[in-house]
């Protein structure tokens, strides 16, 4: 089964989600993705990836990846967080990260975090 795996990044985290994501894109075009709505068109537009658009955060693309994952249709979530910005919808950061907490789903929120969640399903993928 392939991986499904959410990607969030919010504003200033989002070149360095596209970083990310292009040093995993061969592994990640043999993955199941869905992201928040600008993640999402950059990670397709910059990257040529696959990639379920949701709403953007503010608007309810968090609280749409946290009823995915509510529903087991998640494997990870990779949201590159900036916590020195202030977010208007804090609390559905909030409830997303409680969601990956409570269904036991990883939930890589930093550059160095995610580095480890996508080699170790990259590693078990092969």
Do not use: W
Not at 77 to 101: G, K, S, W, Y
Request: charged fraction near 20%.
């Amino acid at each position: 089964m392939k991986p499904r795996i959410a990607l969030i990044a919010h504003d200033k985290k989002k070149d360095d989600m596209i970083a990310l994501a292009a040093e995993y894109a061969d592994f990640l075009r043999g993955c199941t993705l869905s992201a928040t709505g600008t993640t999402g068109g950059r990670l397709i537009n910059e990257l040529g990836l696959e990639v379920t658009r949701m709403h953007s955060g503010p608007v309810g693309g968090d609280l749409q990846i946290g009823a995915q994952l509510v529903n087991g249709e998640v494997d990870c979530v990779i949201f590159l967080r900036d916590p020195m910005t202030p977010q208007p919808h804090e609390p559905d950061i909030n409830a997303l990260v409680r969601a990956c907490d409570v269904h036991n789903i990883p939930c890589a929120t930093n550059v160095a975090s995610a580095h480890l969640v996508l080699s170790q399903l990259q590693a078990t993928a092969n």
